[in-house]
């Protein structure tokens, strides 16, 4: 027999720290927690109400969960305090991390200590009824019996309400697919792939992969660098011009998020490193071409693993021509792209470090790691 389920509108804001993540964190949390989560409104950015402190993000859901409006309350005070909620004893509003309100849960009334629906101060907060205007402009409060839209007009709440272009989503998927295409980078033997193979798989991405296996030069180059530097370096760089500009060229009507185990100006990092100086400036003339042409990431991830780490899972994909290569060559590429991030301003930039971490074999590990990403993504996505 299916389990009846409540419509459940509910309040969400943030005044503290990185606010856009900790709305989206929310969303998850709630999504998997306490019911499906159908709608999200606009976010709207407001002053603080009926205290001093910072702007606060505000936001409204549609619920619809098999929960009690009492079990409702305390996975979403469970949640507040897993986001960093602190609730302060004593009379007065106080800046926090989040506040989730419960507005209505279907047409039920409910006076406890506590807990009481619907929100006694819905009619008193612009905050709460513009977005709730949004999701339910008809929505009759079952006490007043007053529809959103005319309780909206009828506030006396004049607080400036400013409408941002941040989205919130329901999911994972549907966030990654907002940022549309990202680059996972890291030195040889980090990840990269098996962390942009379970993204794409997961959240039916479209992938693009370094074809570096298919490389002639390669095995050549693990035996005589000097020699073969030049001829690997710029046939790596031809094909992955050439392959950046056939796979990124435009997204896939069904797949509407992009994700590569690389990014093209790695050829410029590892070019520095294996070439002589005069090898080098050439080439750069070149790269410099072909790089204004290609699209760039919008996120760039960079997996940070310990040197002996590195050697180690080297040895365990068993690679013959990789087996040779020296720690020194792996740590000349860890200060490559260290170098290139910090004097790359233009790029969103992440570094993660995975020690302690197996995103492959454990699930949290992986989720962790996809968080990281988001709330770096959405930082400074309101000011």
């Known amino acids: 027999m299916a389990v009846r389920k409540t419509r459940v509108y509910l309040s969400l804001g943030s005044n503290m720290g990185n606010r856009a993540w900790a709305l989206q964190k929310a969303v998850f949390r709630i999504g998997t927690q306490a019911g499906r ?10 002053p603080a109400w009926g205290f001093e402190g910072d702007a606060f993000l505000n936001a409204c859901l549609e619920l619809h969960t098999a929960l009690s409006p009492e079990a409702l309350l305390e996975v979403l005070l469970e949640i507040e305090r897993e986001l960093g909620r602190e609730r302060h004893r004593g009379p007065g509003y106080h800046s926090r991390t989040l506040d989730i309100d419960i507005l209505y849960y279907g047409e039920a009334i409910v ?43 009828a506030c006396k709440d004049r607080s400036a309400l400013e409408k941002t272009s941040l989205g919130l989503h329901p999911d994972r998927a549907a966030a990654f697919a907002d ?26 991405a479209k992938l693009i992969l370094e074809r570096f296996a298919e490389n002639p030069f390669l095995p050549k180059f693990y035996e005589d660098r000097e020699r073969y530097a030049f001829p690997l370096e710029m046939s790596f760089l031809a094909d992955r011009y050439q392959q950046y500009i056939d796979d990124t060229a435009q997204l896939d009507l069904f797949r509407p998020f992009m994700v590569s185990d690389y990014d093209i100006y790695k050829s ?34 960079y997996l940070y693993q310990r040197t002996e780490r590195l050697l180690q ?30 004097n790359a301003p233009h790029l969103n930039a992440l570094v993660i470090d995975l020690e302690g971490k ?3 074999k454990r699930d949290e590990d992986y989720l962790e790691i996809l968080d990281q990403m988001l709330a770096y993504h959405l930082r400074d996505a309101v000011k």
């Open 37 to 46: 989560v159908a709608a999200l409104s606009p976010v709207y950015q407001t």
């Open 111 to 153: 006076d406890q200590p506590g807990l009481r629906i619907p929100h006694p101060r819905i009619p008193e907060r612009a905050f709460v009824l513009k977005p709730l205007a949004d999701l339910a402009p008809q929505y009759y409060h079952p006490e007043l019996q007053r529809d959103t839209r005319n309780m909206l007009q």
């Open 179 to 204: 940022i549309g295409f990202m680059a996972i980078e890291g030195n040889i033997g980090a990840g990269k792939t098996s962390l942009a193979r379970r993204m794409a798989s997961e959240m039916n």
């Open 268 to 301: 410029l990092i590892f070019a520095k490193i294996t070439l002589q100086e005069d090898e080098y400036k050439l080439y750069r003339k070149l790269f410099e071409l072909m790089y204004s042409e290609v699209r760039k990431p919008r996120l760039y991830v």
């Open 313 to 342: 899972q080297i040895a365990q994909r068993g690679r013959s021509y990789e087996q040779g290569i020296p720690a020194e060559y792996l740590e000349q590429i860890h200060r490559g792209y260290f170098d290139f991030m910090k």
């Open 358 to 360: 197996d995103f492959v």
